[in-house]
């Protein structure tokens, strides 16, 4: 059974950085693209970055464009998103999975950024 543990969240003020991780278990990702998506209270969960299997291609959401940065380790079955010049309305539950969703959830971890 596939387990995806996502940490690095945390307090941070607008303008500051975090970086988050996610771990797999029970399942080798590399086949995987893989994904992260966020949820913010009272919001649908929308896909913020997503990444091929290979890490040769990458997708941003437009609100986050130039600002986060989706990796992997293939090796350590992790993937990674770098976070800088954080925002207020950044503010939300972060998760990742495959690209399509099709791995069980995690719990995801808290990200909130202050103004």
């Known amino acids: 059974q596939v387990q995806l543990v996502e940490s690095g969240g945390g307090l941070v003020q607008a303008g500051g950085s975090l970086r988050l991780s996610c771990a797999a278990s029970?399942?080798?990702?590399?086949?995987?693209?893989m994904g992260w998506f966020r949820q913010a209270p009272g919001k649908e969960r929308e896909v913020v970055a997503a990444i091929s299997w290979s890490g040769g291609m990458t997708y941003y959401a437009d609100s986050v464009k130039g600002r986060f940065t989706i990796s992997r380790h293939n090796a350590k079955n992790t993937v990674y998103l770098q976070m800088n010049s954080l925002k207020p309305e950044d503010t939300a539950v972060y998760y990742c999975n495959a690209d399509d969703g099709q791995l069980p959830w995690g719990q995801g971890t808290q990200v909130t950024v202050s103004s």
């Open positions: 029970g399942r080798n990702l590399s086949t995987y693209g």
